[in-house]
């Protein structure tokens, strides 16, 4: 089992920053990658970014050039620096995890408890 601590997030106007953090911890076998999506009402969750086990990082076109997702592997942590906000990015963020909890399981999934994030004009 994994746990995900998220902090950061609030309200911040449009054109700054935000960084969000997320701390994995709990007993697992295996990190395949770790991430941030976000979701407004309505709509469906949507990768915001992710960072694998052998360092490869994937963003959204959205967020694409101005945000870095970083990761310490001795914290079990995972950073998303987010700069340029827009009110579009507002949303609740939350942090994911896949991997594998032991040797013979399969894949497995866990999400933060969200975050939200709002950006005012």
């Known amino acids: 089992q994994v746990q995900l601590v998220e902090s950061g997030g609030g309200l911040v106007q449009a054109g700054g920053s935000l960084s969000l953090s997320c701390a994995a911890s709990?007993?697992?076998?295996?990190?395949?990658?770790m991430g941030w999506y976000r979701q407004v009402p309505g709509k469906e969750r949507e990768l915001v970014a992710e960072i694998n086990a052998g360092w490869g990082r994937k963003y959204a076109d959205s967020v694409e050039g101005r945000s870095t997702i970083s990761r310490d592997n001795a914290l079990n942590t995972v950073y998303l620096q987010m700069n340029g906000l827009k009110p579009e990015d507002t949303a609740v963020y939350y942090c994911s995890w896949k991997g594998y909890d032991s040797p013979r399981s399969g894949p497995s999934d866990y999400w933060g408890q969200g975050t939200p994030v709002t950006v005012s004009s």
């Open positions: 709990g007993t697992f076998f295996r990190v395949v990658a």
